[in-house]
């Protein structure tokens, strides 16, 4: 069976070293040793600064939103629940403006319309779905007109860079997830990327009950800490980074190439690079879609339609200002095995097959 998605191992050694060397240091949480040298190392490796490190990618964007101030946000509906949901639960007001038809990311025509029509939501959330980046200017330019703030799902864009800048650094926070089954991970785990360091400053206490060292609780908080066992793996996790980031970028082109005669694909921004953090296409109808799955199935090539459905679907009472294009893709979308130990000749296969049910 060619998997889905298959997460990175960490290094059995290496981890037992660092768990090793959290029981000489006694200190299991609470931004300890690893925890400070993990933040270092990915804010280094990312190119960014006022990184905080979350215990998983959902807390990462409730924290945000806290920290920012937001209590009402316009969202994308093309995207893994969580995007939404995290804000859902805390009672913030939600409504949704549609995503663009080539990239699958939220449209800034669609949010202009949106505020247009008396949007009042001061927090926009936008994923950069797939790992392709949003079209960043635009929303940048509406964020000033409307007086809104941003806040980048960037779950999937670890290592995503526009020009020689990481995407992380636009919008007013940006949030990573760093789950088992990411790019990246830390088993379970999440960072926020701040634009101001205040905010950066205001979360460290959130994600610790509200409490300031030597000041007691400032603000209402929550428990929001990533662990030393999980610092631990993603220091070791670093270590790879490098070669799973250009090994499944290739896998990406090596994917496009062979498919783009065959089936649609999201437009790709065009000064992005690729990490290669997801494999989708968008097929013509949701019966050639399950045909597809079907048939892929039957020759051990596992797919997921993924993301479905549209996330207005779910949260019906939301203000919907347009999903339209999200509803459309959402039918046809199906994402293809991508992962790390993925090689070469399984994408041949892959391809070979597809062409063949098609
Ligand atoms: C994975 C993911 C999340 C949630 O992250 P967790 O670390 O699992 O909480 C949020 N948004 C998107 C787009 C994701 O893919």
Redesign the pocket.
């Known amino acids: 069976m060619i998997a889905l998605n298959s997460p990175v191992k960490p290094n059995l050694k290496k981890l037992a070293n660092l768990l090793e060397q959290i029981n000489e240091n006694g200190w299991y949480t609470n931004f300890g040793p690893l925890h400070q040298e993990l933040t270092e190392k990915l804010e280094d490796y990312l190119g960014v600064k006022n990184l905080l490190l979350t215990n ?3 807390s990462a964007l409730q924290v945000a939103a806290h920290a920012i101030g937001s209590n009402s946000i316009l969202s994308t509906p093309f ?2 629940v ?2 939404v949901s995290a804000f859902k639960w805390q009672k913030d007001e939600l409504a949704f403006a549609d995503v663009d038809k080539q990239s699958l990311n939220l449209s800034p025509e669609s949010v202009r319309l949106a505020y247009r029509k008396g949007c009042k939501a001061d927090t926009l959330v936008a ?1 950069h779905v797939y790992g392709n980046p949003c079209d960043v200017e635009a929303l940048d330019k509406l964020s000033e007109e409307n007086n809104f703030q941003i806040i980048y ?1 960037a ?2 864009a670890f290592g995503i860079k526009l020009g020689n800048d990481s995407v992380l650094k636009y919008g007013d926070a940006s949030t990573l ?3 088992a089954t ?1 790019i990246f991970h830390t088993v ?1 785990g ?1 960072a926020i990327v701040f634009k101001d360091r205040s905010n950066f400053e205001k979360a460290e206490e959130i994600i610790n009950f509200g409490i300031r060292p030597g000041r007691g609780v400032v603000d209402v908080g929550i428990n929001a800490k990533m662990n030393e066992y999980q610092a631990a793996v993603g220091l070791v996790n670093l270590e790879e980074i490098d070669n799973i980031l250009s090994h499944r970028a290739e896998l990406f082109h090596m994917y496009c190439e062979g498919l783009k005669d065959i089936v649609d694909l999201p437009l790709w921004h065009p000064e992005a690079n690729a990490n290669g953090a997801y494999m989708p296409i968008l097929l013509q109808s949701k019966e050639e879609l399950s045909v597809v799955t079907k048939g892929l199935l039957e020759r051990n090539i596992q797919s997921r339609h993924y993301f479905e459905p549209s996330l207005d679907k779910i949260f019906v009472d939301s203000h919907n200002y347009g999903s339209k294009n999200s509803t459309s893709a959402s039918e046809r979308i199906l994402c293809l095995p991508m992962h790390a130990h993925l090689q070469k000749v399984d994408i041949k296969k892959v391809l070979l097959e597809l062409r063949d049910i098609l």
């Open positions: 998983n990618g959902t995207s893994f969580a995007t994923t799902d779950a999937h997830s760093f789950h990411k379970e999440g």
